[in-house]
């Protein structure tokens, strides 16, 4: 495996870590990634026998989910550098992106419960971290039917007015909560999750800036499931909403009922959530290259090689370009983030906007490098290419570039 290192100092144990990620993810995501894709029926791609739940092993025996979660609850946070993590992130979103999403998205409940922990939480997050069959799984879910952006603009100005309150409210009765609502369709693991960080309204009058971070296992009464979103790329991993019907959760589970810690928690995982989506792009436009290198060398037309045609080999440069730029400014990005933590909101926006959009524009040119084949289901790049554009909508929109310019 040839891993770009320009302007770092890769040493022989980054190396080694990029090479097992490389490994898991090309024997083990990559082919799984495929099966789940052309799954016509979303629900076979989470059922007890589909080969997601092969994955999700191979991910937690390797340790992959705990890599953020400190050694005192159980975690290896302090074993895994920041040059290491980039470059395991960016080998699990060249495999596949959407299984790469899965297993970020699951650690978030358990990051945020082990950041705030509770006496009564810290099991959850140790029983995540020993966790080596998949049987613990984490969504983050904020967004609803009616407040999609909302969530994303919630701490602006303005947004402090009653009809900006979340649809999901947690009500305070007697020593617990009993929570009312529904999460969008568009969580991730929203159908699998065993465990979430659910963001609820505690106080309506303040609208978005009314809000509390509730940690809760999904299992408990009056929670239900809609089912597993059909869409158009990324169906490796399921996507759904859930239901909250007078769900009683102690007080202890309200993990965050203080809404300006709430709000710029929030924040911080959104940049979080942003650095490794970038690094996760940054991976799949690297393989879209890579499939049209392939091809370009093996398609023989007007008598050679197509990549030994000028037109095609300048076209595969400028790819090349935009991958290496993207992947620069990616990983530069997440350096500074984790050297002074929580990190730049506007550069990680940045950085995941560059980043899906060079995806996206590099898996079109792929296709069009594959010609005609581009098109056909049975051509990766074509995967590839539907993967990229959900990229772009997901989970902060790319239009939604007007939240980083509010940052400037
Ligand atoms: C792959 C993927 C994964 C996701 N994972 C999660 C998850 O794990 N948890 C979760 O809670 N949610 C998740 N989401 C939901 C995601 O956060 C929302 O899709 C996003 O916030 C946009 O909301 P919406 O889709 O309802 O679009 P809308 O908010 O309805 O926006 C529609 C369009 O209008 C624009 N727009 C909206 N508001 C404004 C405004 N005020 N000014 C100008 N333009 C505006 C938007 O940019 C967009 O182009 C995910 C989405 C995707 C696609």
Redesign the pocket.
């Known amino acids: 495996m040839d891993i770009s290192a320009i302007g770092l100092n890769i040493s022989e144990e980054h190396r080694a870590a990029a090479e097992t990620a490389h490994r898991f993810a090309m024997e083990v995501m990559r082919p799984a990634g495929i099966t789940l894709d052309k799954m016509s029926d979303p629900r076979d791609v989470i059922s007890r026998d589909s080969i997601l739940w092969k994955v999700y092993k191979k991910h937690r025996e390797l340790g992959f989910h705990k890599g953020a979660i400190p050694k005192a609850m159980g975690g290896i946070q302090e074993d895994v550098d920041a040059l290491t993590a980039i470059l395991v992130q960016e080998q699990l979103g060249y495999g596949d992106a959407g299984l790469a999403m899965s297993f970020g998205?699951s650690m978030m409940p358990f990051i945020i419960a082990s950041i705030f922990a509770k006496p009564e939480i810290e099991g959850f997050v140790r029983e995540y971290c020993e966790d080596t069959e998949g049987k613990m799984v984490g969504?983050?879910?904020?967004?609803e039917p009616d407040h999609?952006?909302d969530?994303?603009?919630g701490a602006q100005p303005g947004f402090d007015q009653p009809q900006y309150a979340p649809s999901v409210r947690a009500i305070r009765n007697g020593d617990d909560y009993v929570l009312q609502g529904q999460?969008?369709s568009?969580?991730?693991n929203g159908a699998i999750a065993t465990h979430g960080a659910i963001y609820v309204s505690l106080d309506r009058s303040r609208g978005m800036k009314g809000t509390g971070i509730a940690f809760l296992p999904l299992d408990l009464p009056g929670v239900s499931r809609g089912k597993p979103m059909d869409k158009l790329g990324?169906r490796s991993y399921s996507?759904g909403e859930i239901i909250f019907e007078d769900v009683r959760i102690p007080e202890w589970m309200m993990l965050i009922p203080d809404s300006e810690l709430a709000l710029n928690i929030s924040q911080t995982l959104f940049a979080a959530a942003n650095g490794s989506l970038s690094l996760t792009f940054v991976g799949l436009a690297q393989a879209a290259l890579d499939e049209a290198l392939k091809y370009a060398k093996t398609r023989i037309q007007g008598g050679r090689p197509l990549i030994e045609h000028q037109s095609i080999k300048l076209k595969l440069f400028n790819m090349f370009t935009m991958v290496e730029s993207a992947r620069a400014y990616a990983r530069q990005v997440a350096l500074e983030s984790a050297m002074q933590p929580p990190g730049s909101a506007k550069h990680s926006l940045s950085a995941k906007i560059l980043a899906t959009e060079t995806a996206y524009h590099v898996a079109s040119e792929a296709i069009q490098i594959h010609g005609g084949y581009g098109m056909s289901r049975e051509f990766f790049i074509e995967k590839l290419f539907r993967d990229a554009r959900?990229g772009m909508?997901?989970?902060?929109?790319n239009?939604?570039a007007?939240l980083g310019a509010s940052y400037l």
């Open positions: 998205v969504c983050w879910a904020f967004t999609g952006s969530w994303i603009l999460k969008s568009f969580i991730s990324l996507q959900v909508l997901g989970e902060e929109n239009s939604l007007l």
